[in-house]
Nanobody
Framework: QVQLQESGPGLVKPSQTLSLTCTVS??????????WSWIRQPPGKELEWIGA???????AYAPSLKSRTTISRQTSKNQFSLHLNSVTPEDTGVYYC??????????????RGQGTQVTVSS
């Protein structure tokens, strides 16, 4: 059974870096042809894809967030991480790590973690 679990601080100050980690169990993030993604949901808004890392370590990012985002992985721990810098209150939301096939679009079938609330506030 494949499971994903997000972890990281729930409160980040403006201008700082938001860092989250996804721990995957039941499969290896280096196997298969999946998107290992970070997705977020701001309050009252739809899910927003942030970016992904692939089994070969390559990455892809949403154009609107690319300049502030880095996704990396720690294969020995079967984890992948999100770093979003220069955050503002508009980055507040529930952050999910997820696995899916093919590029994300609304309605894409996701296997995702339970999500973690991140609030950007001083």
């Amino acid at each position: 059974q494949v499971q994903l679990q997000e972890s990281g601080p729930g409160l980040v100050k403006p201008s700082q870096t938001l860092s989250l980690t996804c721990t995957v169990s039941g499969t290896w993030i280096t196997s298969g042809h999946y998107y290992w993604s970070w997705i977020r949901q701001p309050p009252g808004k739809e899910l927003e894809w942030i970016g992904a890392i692939f089994n070969d370590g390559s990455t892809a990012y949403a154009p609107s967030l690319k300049s502030r985002t880095t996704i990396s992985r720690q294969t020995s721990k079967n984890q992948f991480s999100l770093h979003l810098n220069s955050v503002t209150p508009e980055d507040t939301g529930v952050y999910y790590c997820a696995r899916h096939i093919g590029a994300y679009e609304p309605g894409t079938s996701l296997l995702r973690g339970q999500g973690t609330q991140v609030t950007v506030s001083s």
